[in-house]
C-alpha cells in the first residue's frame, strides 16, 4: 500500500531555507510515470499547490512561489525533497507531500506537466516559521 | 481563471441531501475535483474529474458539472460526512492548480 510521509525541522527561522523529505513506501518512483509533489495548507491562504516533480528530476513549481522553491527526487532512497528559501511567516503551514491522482499515459512526455490532482496525501508536516 | 468560489458553510440533517458549489472560470474548460478534510487529518480525494469516484469512497458521494461551476452532491448525509470539503481545477492559462477557500459541512 503507498504512503508518504513527510519529515524535517518543525520550526524555521526568517529568511533562512524551508527543507522538507517525502518518504515513500509501497512504490517505487522510479519509473513510476507518476508526478510527486508539495502542497501546503495555513489558515490564511488555504490550501496551495507548491509543485510536482517526475522521476527525471523534471519540475513544475506555482508561478507565485517559482523563484523560491526547488524540488527534486533521490530514487535510490525513494524519496522527494521540498526547498524553499527566504521564509517568512506567511510560510508557516502544514505541508503535505502527494503523488498525482493518475500516472502518465503510455507514450506521454512529463514535459506536459502534471495531471494536476493529486492522490494520496501524506499525513502532513507543520512548519512555523519563527526567530 | 485563479479563483474558485465555495461557500463557506453548509449545514444539513442527518439522511437528507448536502449539495456544495464551486465556480470559477477555470472550470469552463478543466476538470473540477473534490477533496474531504477530517478535523486533523490530510485531505482525501472523493470525486475526480468532474463526477467520478474514486474506489473506496461511498456511494452517495457524487458529482456534476455545467458551464463553470461543479458540484458535489452527499446524498443520505451521515454524522461521519461532517468535515471541510474543498474543490480544485488545473489552472487554464499555465501549469498550476488552484483550489477553492474550503466549505464546512456541518450536520445537525
Known amino acids: 500500500q503507498l504512503q508518504l510521509k513527510e519529515s524535517g525541522p518543525g520550526q524555521v527561522k526568517p529568511s533562512e531555507t524551508l527543507s522538507l523529505i517525502c518518504s515513500v513506501s509501497?512504490?517505487?518512483?522510479?519509473?513510476?510515470?507518476?508526478?510527486w509533489g508539495w502542497i501546503r495548507q495555513s489558515p490564511g491562504k488555504g490550501l496551495q499547490w507548491i509543485g510536482s516533480v517526475f522521476d527525471d528530476g523534471r519540475t513544475f513549481y506555482n508561478p507565485s512561489l517559482q523563484s523560491r522553491v526547488s524540488m527534486s527526487v533521490d530514487t535510490s532512497k525513494n524519496q522527494f525533497s521540498l526547498m524553499l528559501k527566504d521564509v517568512t511567516a506567511a510560510d508557516t503551514a502544514v505541508y503535505y507531500c502527494?503523488?498525482?491522482?493518475?500516472?502518465?499515459?503510455?507514450?506521454?512526455?512529463?514535459?506536459?506537466?502534471?495531471?494536476?490532482?493529486?492522490?494520496?496525501w501524506g499525513q502532513g508536516a507543520r512548519v512555523t516559521v519563527s526567530s | 481563471s485563479h479563483e474558485l468560489t465555495q461557500p463557506p458553510s453548509v449545514s444539513v440533517s442527518p439522511g437528507q441531501t448536502a449539495k456544495i458549489t464551486c465556480s470559477g472560470d477555470a472550470l469552463s474548460d478543466q476538470y473540477g475535483y473534490w477533496y474531504q478534510q477530517k478535523a486533523g487529518q490530510a485531505p482525501v480525494v472523493v470525486i475526480y474529474k468532474d463526477a467520478e469516484r474514486p474506489s473506496g469512497i461511498p456511494e452517495r458521494f457524487s458529482g456534476s458539472s455545467s458551464g463553470t461551476t461543479i458540484t458535489l452532491t452527499i446524498t443520505g448525509v451521515q454524522a461521519e460526512d461532517e468535515a471541510d470539503y474543498y474543490c480544485q481545477a488545473g489552472d487554464r492559462n499555465v501549469i498550476n492548480v488552484i483550489f477553492g477557500g474550503g466549505t464546512k459541512l456541518t450536520v445537525l
Open positions: 509501497g512504490v517505487a518512483i522510479r519509473r513510476s510515470s507518476y508526478f
Open positions: 502527494v503523488r498525482d491522482g493518475e500516472e502518465l499515459w503510455f507514450g506521454e512526455s512529463p514535459g506536459a506537466g502534471p495531471k494536476k490532482w493529486f492522490d494520496p
